[in-house]
Antibody, heavy 121, light 107 residues
Framework: EVQLVESGGGLVQPGGCLRL?????????????MDWVRQAPGKGLEWVAR??????????EYAASVKGRFTISRDDSKNSLDLQMNSLKTEDTAVYYC????????????WGQGALVTVSS | DIQMTQSPSSLSASVGDRVTITCRAS??????LTWFQQKPGKAPRSLIY???TLQSGVPSRFSGSGSGTDFALTISSLQPEDSAVYYC?????????FGGGTKVEIK
């Protein structure tokens, strides 16, 4: 059974940092690209970042709103995807989801349950 | 960035109705169009990818169509469990972008 489980959410002050993790099981993690997508309270979905697989040199992509502040990384030996979030702003408050990407078919078939990040003083 | 415009933003329909949601891209996105369904408090669920391919386990009353810049999600016979928000997404180029969502309610 495929599972993606996020952890690490919580309350942080503006300017602070937080690290989210996504623990993956049930598929060959190293074969897949992975994304982070977020959703502010009562709002729509916003793509945040992408990690390509080893075959594509683990290269990354970021939304302009987080570039330079957030870093996506992965550890294939631990089946884990991370999102390091620095210089957090109140507008980063959202539920953060990790999701699997099947590049060959442009399919986004499995998502985690989400981790809430609240940036507030 | 490619803008994705969904319409309507909300609709109310009866059980058994045929419902269509449209999604327009600001430029040609080929077939890099995915539809998601999201229920309150839950993660999004993939319904259709590459415009018209039904995700495994998704009921056949859902279908997708379109090409280039204009796309549609159709529910052929609306069921009570289809009450949700629906999003389109383009992945033709970065940044990946979503439509604003369409809230479907059951009368």
């Amino acid at each position: 059974e495929v599972q993606l489980v996020e952890s690490g959410g919580g309350l942080v002050q503006p300017g602070g940092c937080l690290r989210l993790s996504c623990a993956v099981s049930g598929f060959i993690f190293s074969d897949h690209y992975m994304d982070w997508v977020r959703q502010a309270p009562g709002k729509g979905l916003e793509w945040v970042a992408r990690s390509r697989n080893k075959a594509n040199n683990y290269t990354t992509e970021y939304a302009a709103s987080v570039k330079g502040r957030f870093t996506i990384s992965r550890d294939d030996s631990k089946n884990s995807l991370d999102l390091q979030m620095n210089s957090l702003k109140t507008e980063d408050t959202a539920v953060y989801y990790c999701r699997r990407v099947v590049v060959s078919t442009s399919n986004y078939d499995y998502w985690g349950q989400g981790a809430l990040v609240t940036v507030s003083s | 960035d490619i803008q994705m415009t969904q319409s309507p933003s909300s609709l109310s329909a009866s059980v058994g109705d045929r419902v269509t949601i449209t999604c327009r891209a600001s430029q040609d996105i080929g077939n890099y169009l995915t539809w998601f369904q999201q229920k309150p408090g839950k993660a999004p669920r993939s319904l259709i990818y590459t415009v018209s391919t039904l995700q495994s386990g998704v009921p056949s009353r859902f279908s997708g169509s379109g090409s280039g810049t204009d796309f549609a999600l159709t529910i052929s016979s609306l069921q009570p469990e289809d009450s949700a928000v629906y999003y389109c997404q383009q992945s033709e180029s970065y940044p990946i972008t979503f439509g604003g969502g369409t809230k479907v309610e059951i009368k």
